[in-house]
């Protein structure tokens, strides 16, 4: 639970090229856009390159997938957030993570949850701070 109105997370998460000041500062360096295809530069200088699927406002739900760069390597990755409005002006995030291969899971469901947090922590911060 984020508590923040699903319009502002939706507002964040939508801005595709604004990971690194909007959603994971610290966490991503800088971000280009070149179409459908975004490029993360992580801390340590590696590129990490994701595919845009798809950016549903009437859904709220953004879809991606890492076509290069993840570490360790993988064979395939898909993700999508949805934000659903959880009352009171709240929202719930929902992750959903398909890779490939199924003995990485169990790292990326934890670096996942420690993204889960990060971002609750930045969304969660009053308006211009």
């Not at 507002?11 to 179409?35: I, M, N, Q, T, Y």
């Not at 975004?38 to 990490?48: A, F, N």
């Not at 390159?49 to 993840?70: H, M, Q, S, T």
């Amino acid at each position: 639970m984020v508590v923040r109105s699903p319009e502002d997370v939706w507002d964040v998460l939508r801005d595709v090229g604004a990971v690194h000041r909007r959603l994971l500062p610290g966490r991503v360096l800088d971000v280009s856009v070149d179409g459908n295809v975004r490029t993360l530069t992580m801390p340590d200088g590696h590129l990490v390159r994701e595919l845009i699927v798809a950016v549903d406002d009437e859904a709220r739900r953004l879809a991606y997938a890492v076509v290069e760069g993840a570490r360790p390597p993988l064979r395939h990755h898909h993700a999508s957030f949805q934000v659903l409005p959880d009352g009171d002006g709240r929202s719930r995030l929902l992750w959903i993570t398909d890779l490939l291969p199924d003995s990485l899971a169990g790292l990326i469901e934890a670096r996942t949850a420690h993204g889960i947090r990060e971002m609750k922590e930045v969304l969660e911060l009053p308006a211009g701070a």
